[in-house]
């Protein structure tokens, strides 16, 4: 029997397989729809694999207890871009390529250059929690574990301040949410509930997972 504990992300390749990470089995999974195998954390390599991003048809998964990024080979098999990071949290590449990454341990959203593994503070200031918009080196967040991209945009589940937040031309604005609770309508009057998860669709709409509220 196979055993699922915790969904750490997950998302869809032409090949038709469905990859998860599980941050509790430490290991990320394809799930070609008929079947569960194990595709890379065989030997329990991860600590807690947690986002999930492919490009060029290879997988790179973020391991928040290690604090790593790493790139997942073909055959399964890991190599360390990054192991600078705190708590990678969620992970998603711009257009240029490099990876956006949601560093939830230090309240900060980061670029990760793949090729060299050399990192950059682009949003948040490194280990300070709070709540601020504006200039994006000075803005705050809590913790946040969600990114999405599109363009020039790097929308944020601002997870523990209960928001959702865009970067973007080095400002940081809030989108949605007002305090913790839950509350549909206009965006700056919804209350979510320790959002999590969020996708950004070709034509702009968000999808966020409001794990508090269970939506």
């Known amino acids: 029997m196979f055993l699922i ?5 997950f998302f869809l390749i032409a090949t038709l397989a469905l990859y998860f990470s599980f ?3 430490s290991k990320p999974e394809p799930i070609p729809f008929v079947k569960v195998t194990t595709f890379a954390g065989k030997n329990k390599e991860f600590g807690e694999p947690f986002g999930i991003a492919a490009k060029d048809g290879v997988l790179y998964v973020s391991d ?6 790493l790139r997942v080979s073909d055959k399964g098999s890991l190599e360390i871009i990054t ?3 705190a708590t990678p949290s ?3 590449f711009d257009k240029n390529g490099e990876l956006i990454v949601a560093d939830s341990g ?4 980061k670029r990760v250059k793949i090729a060299d593994g050399a990192i950059e503070t682009i949003a948040g200031i490194e280990g300070k929690k709070g709540f601020a918009d504006g200039d994006a080196k000075n803005a705050l967040f ?3 574990i969600g990114v999405a991209v599109l363009e020039d945009k790097i929308f944020v589940a601002d997870t523990y301040n209960d928001k959702i937040r865009v970067v973007e031309n080095g400002k940081v604005l809030t989108l949605a ?4 609770g839950f509350a549909e309508g206009l965006a700056e009057q919804a209350k979510f509930d320790t959002p999590c998860g969020i996708a950004v669709l070709k034509n702009g709409n968000l999808l966020v997972a409001d794990t508090g509220n269970k939506r």
Do not use: V, W
Request: hydrophobic letters at 30%; aromatic letters at 4%.
């Open 177 to 180: 949410g007002s305090s913790q």
């Open 64 to 69: 928040g207890e290690q604090g790593k990024i």
């Open 142 to 144: 809590n913790a946040p």
């Open 5 to 9: 504990s915790a969904i750490g992300g």
């Open 83 to 85: 192991d600078k990071l």
């Open 23 to 25: 941050f509790r089995n």
């Open 90 to 92: 969620a992970i998603a």
């Open 106 to 109: 230090t309240h900060t959203i």
